[in-house]
């Protein structure tokens, strides 16, 4: 790995850890992978009580690491950014038995 190939993606990619160092928005972002998933959805797939879970996604749109979709009163959520993906699968792989 050439560090340097790194200097100018690296505020980039802190600011992508930063959004992915809390266990719930890290779930959520899990949770959607390559999907898209309404809020209630992500609740009962998570047990994250209402509350928590809109300030997880609302702090996930600031960041613009997902998007929100509305359908009626149903609210979508999914993934913008294909670098999320990346990490997720590489988490997933470090972290994840088998």
């Keep these: 790995m050439n560090v340097r190939d790194m200097i100018p993606a690296s505020g980039r990619a802190a600011e992508l850890l ?15 992978g390559n ?8 609740r009962e797939l998570l047990d994250i009580d209402q ?8 702090r996930l749109r600031a960041d613009g690491l997902v ?3 509305r359908n009626g009163t149903t609210v ?5 950014r294909p670098e999320v993906l990346t990490v997720i699968e ?7 038995p088998k």
């Design 18 to 32: 930063r959004s992915l160092s809390h266990p719930q928005r890290l779930l959520v972002l899990c949770a959607l």
């Design 35 to 42: 999907e898209e998933r309404s809020v209630a959805e992500l």
């Design 90 to 96: 590489a988490l997933h792989s470090a972290f994840c």
């Design 67 to 69: 998007e929100a979709r």
């Design 51 to 58: 509350v928590p879970m809109s300030q997880q996604l609302m």
């Design 76 to 80: 979508y959520y999914r993934i913008t």
